[in-house]
């Protein structure tokens, strides 16, 4: 009896020719929609905590009679970058809470002026960072006309150099 | 008629190609790209070798500020357009240079040089009211008086274009920090640290 079933017993089959076509379809609307994009990157930045605490590492027009504000967790470093008037990057100056300050030019026959710039920022960072230690946040003040560009090279300057990070925690503000 | 009784049924088999497809499928599905409406695809983002991954958002939990400037194709001198070495157009500013400010679901803010106070003035507006629809939504969710809110917890997301300047970004931060939105990343193109 047994053998009499499997002997006739129909043969099943899967169609599959439905599913091939639906493969198909969706092969088809997936190489239509791609569209292989620039990986985007996220910066996290913070702002200068307040008014009167952005710039005060900037000495400029220093009032002699003016006894200094302590500001514990001030970063020690702050970075200021000026733009020429076509807005591309002409200058850096550092500035170090209690210490040095120094501007950063190209030379006049550079042809890669803010190439060097940064470069030399980087360089000078990586100094600094030993000098002070552990904090791990500076302030970078710009040109209200530099390009978003040149402000973001000298943002990256600022968080790491090609061994590592430097002030990975950027407050951002204007120059006054 | 004897070859006919003699053959096999020739049969062609699918299942490599189907396992094929299978995989091509799938190879598209984990990388295909859904663009979210918030984000324009004309930002020329700036390049930065300290960018961070992207960590996972959903579509409603962020908000995204596009700044942006007018680009036309550039043509060659038959009137075709001029293609990099990738056979993408190069695009130029559009002269006169025209910028924009772009919320999702807005007017676009369209201002020229000059006009740049006017339209930060547009955009700190629109920042405000976002963050009023925001503080009232984050309230219910919460159940807690509006006024007692003081983080907003949806992220801005700022993508400035290459030629946008430093002078019109920050303005927009210190702005959507005013009004309580206490996460703001901006956005950059990664690319691999370059051994100085």
Request: with cysteine; charged share 25%; glycine share 6%.
């Amino acid at each position: 009896m047994a053998k009499n079933r499997e002997k006739w017993a129909p043969e099943v089959e899967l169609p599959i020719t439905p599913m091939l076509d639906m493969f198909f379809q969706m092969l088809f609307f997936f190489v239509m929609t791609y569209h292989p994009s620039a990986l985007e990157g996220q910066f996290p930045i913070n702002l200068a905590a307040t008014e009167d605490r952005a710039g005060q590492n900037q000495p400029t027009n220093p009032d002699p009679k003016a006894s200094p504000r302590v500001t514990p967790d001030l970063p020690h470093v702050t970075v200021v970058a000026k733009a020429a008037d076509n807005g591309w990057l002409e200058s850096v100056d550092i500035f170090v809470r209690g210490g040095s300050s120094e501007t950063l030019k190209p030379p006049p026959d550079s042809t890669s002026g803010s190439e060097q710039i940064l470069r030399h920022l980087t360089r000078r960072l990586q100094e600094i960072k030993k000098e002070i230690g552990g904090d791990d946040r500076a302030v970078v003040q710009a040109s209200g006309h530099l390009r978003w560009e040149d402000a973001m090279r000298v943002m990256d300057a600022c968080r790491r150099s090609s061994s590592g990070p430097l002030f990975p925690k950027l407050e951002l503000d204007l120059v006054r | 008629m004897a070859a006919m009784v003699g053959s096999d049924r020739v049969e062609l088999n699918l299942t490599p190609l189907l396992d094929l497809v299978l995989q091509i499928i799938m190879f598209f599905m984990i990388t295909v790209n859904f663009v979210s409406d918030q984000v324009n695809a004309n930002v020329t983002l700036p390049s930065s070798t300290s960018a961070q991954e992207i960590q996972a958002k959903t579509e409603t939990d962020f908000i995204v500020i596009n700044l942006l400037v007018d680009r036309v194709d550039r043509k060659d001198a038959q009137g075709r357009t001029s293609r990099d070495g990738y056979g993408r157009p190069i695009r130029d500013i559009a002269q006169p240079k025209t910028m924009r400010i772009i919320f999702a679901g807005r007017e676009d803010i369209v201002f020229r040089q000059g006009e740049e106070g006017i339209a930060l003035g547009k955009a700190a507006k629109a920042i405000s009211d976002l963050a009023r629809v925001l503080r009232r939504r984050q309230s219910i969710r919460e159940k807690v008086a509006e006024d007692q809110i003081k983080e907003l917890k949806v992220p801005i997301i700022i993508r400035a274009d290459v030629e946008i300047q430093y002078g019109l970004v920050l303005p927009l931060i210190v702005q959507a920090n005013r009004e309580g939105f206490s996460k703001v990343e901006l956005r950059a193109q990664t690319v691999q640290q370059v051994q100085r």
